[in-house]
């Protein structure tokens, strides 16, 4: 036997200096939920360890997140009011352009301050855009008020646009919105293929969602590889700075096809139902927390994407310093 792969993994120093990859707090996103209206920051039970934060405790975990040197934060907010239009993600008060205002006064020179440009959180019907006289979410009527959204973000200063509705040609329309306004220099984020999974099921606690139904006829089949390049390409055409691919670890094909092909930066979103199977099993002794949440993320970068956005991102930036 000349072939013996065991003698590069037999002692720590070999092992650490042969890895193929290496996880960095720098290339940790953590999203964070901001609720209106709250002195108090309130857990989300399907989320252990997340909460939905007040102004003041979103302002100490910022700072706790810029000491620990992550990447940046995606911020989400949940409204005390939402109407058929989402008009809280176009009002400069409201909930989600204040937070953003806030991270930037509290962390914008350590972190990237990310906003989620989507209507869901905002709309009373809980759809990520607005509905036609049928009931169908309006593809063309939603990217209008997408252009307002990512106008009311860039002027609260969010450095980068979070693009997760999954209407055809958002991107290019968020685009020619903010260069239109003068902002060409903010970047978008393509949430380019974003399935529909279960595994967003504890998010809609988080944002306290008020869909009925699903999200199938916008967000894509879980059956379809092919098409996530698809997805991937467009957005690329359209113009997006960085794409996603969401949720990550049922998706690695879909990364690893992603990574493969986007000339740009290509991240990757480890989604609340991912979070809460780890923390559920380690709650239970089945699993070493620690260890699984290492391994998840690694696998994340592992199959290609650059940056992951990760509920666990503050805690493993704290495990790797
Ligand atoms: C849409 C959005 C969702 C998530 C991020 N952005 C919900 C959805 O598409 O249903 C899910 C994130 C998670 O599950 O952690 N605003």
Request: charged share 25%; net charge negative; with cysteine.
């Amino acid at each position: 036997m000349i072939e013996r792969p065991r003698r590069l993994r037999a002692t720590p120093a070999l092992r650490r200096l042969t890895a193929e990859t290496r996880l960095h707090p720098a290339e940790l996103i953590l999203p964070m939920f901001v609720r209106e209206g709250t002195r108090e920051a309130a857990p989300i039970s399907s989320m252990p360890g997340v909460v939905q934060h007040s102004l003041d405790s979103f302002r100490a975990a910022l700072n706790e997140a810029a000491e620990l040197g992550i990447g940046g934060v995606m911020l989400f907010g949940v409204p005390e009011g939402k109407d058929a239009i989402g008009s809280g993600a176009t009002d400069p008060n409201g909930i989600l352009n204040v937070a953003t205002r806030t991270a930037i006064a509290e962390v914008g020179d350590a972190l990237v301050v990310q906003t989620d440009l989507c209507l869901d959180e905002f709309t009373d019907h809980g759809h990520c855009g607005v509905l036609a006289a049928d009931g169908s979410v309006d593809n063309d009527a939603s990217l209008l008020r997408y252009r307002d959204m990512a106008l009311a973000q860039a002027e609260a200063g969010s450095h980068l646009l979070g693009l997760s509705g999954m209407m055809d040609g958002q991107v290019a329309a968020v685009r020619d919105a903010l260069d239109g306004a003068g902002f060409e220099g903010t970047p978008t984020l393509g949430y380019a293929a974003k399935y529909a999974s279960a595994f967003y099921g504890p998010f809609r606690e988080a944002v306290q969602s008020s869909l009925v139904g699903d999200r199938r006829s916008y967000q894509m089949d879980p059956a379809n590889r092919r098409e996530g390049s698809r997805e991937i390409d467009l957005d690329v055409l359209e113009g997006a700075d960085v794409v996603m691919v969401k949720p990550a670890m049922s998706y690695l094909d879909v990364l690893a096809d992603a990574a493969d092909r986007s000339p740009v930066p290509v991240w990757a979103y480890q989604v609340s139902g991912e979070y809460a199977m780890i923390e559920a099993a380690a709650a239970n002794g089945w699993i070493d927390r620690r260890r699984a949440v290492e391994e998840s993320v690694l696998s994340i970068r592992r199959a290609g994407a650059d940056a992951v956005l990760t509920y666990f991102a503050v805690e493993l930036a704290g495990w790797l310093r």
